[in-house]
């Protein structure tokens, strides 16, 4: 079963800059969305960024003018970096990738990111 495997997570302080990535386990043939997830505890999971494989994006009004996807959706990638951050982007990150060959919704198991001097 393909996974979604996320990294760069971890404690950082207001300002800073962090790329997460995620890369899927194995070829995962048609991905034509890929996206970055955040959850806070006891709310409900919200978009962060999404783009689609033919380039366009899609942001949180609360990260757009601070944050930029990309994604190779060949190799079956995808990173997000956010810049000057704060305390309010603390949340567990999930990376999400959906294909229309299998009809396939994946979901990586979450990467912490805590905001916080």
């Known amino acids: 079963q393909v996974q979604l495997v996320e990294s760069g997570g971890g404690l950082v302080q207001p300002g800073d800059t962090l790329r997460l990535s995620c890369a899927a386990s194995a070829s995962i043939v048609g991905i034509y969305v890929m996206a970055w997830y955040r959850q806070e505890p006891e709310k409900e999971r919200e978009l962060v960024a999404q783009?689609?494989?033919?380039?366009?994006?899609t942001y949180a009004d609360s990260v757009k003018e601070r944050s930029t996807i990309s994604g190779d959706f060949t190799r079956g990638t995808v990173s997000l970096q956010m810049r000057s951050l704060k305390p309010e982007d603390t949340a567990v990150y999930y990376c999400?990738?959906?294909?229309?060959?299998?009809?396939?919704?994946?979901w990586g198991q979450g990467t912490q990111v805590t905001v916080s001097s």
């Open positions: 783009i689609r494989n033919d380039g366009s994006t």
């Open positions: 999400y990738f959906r294909d229309w060959y299998r009809g396939g919704n994946y």
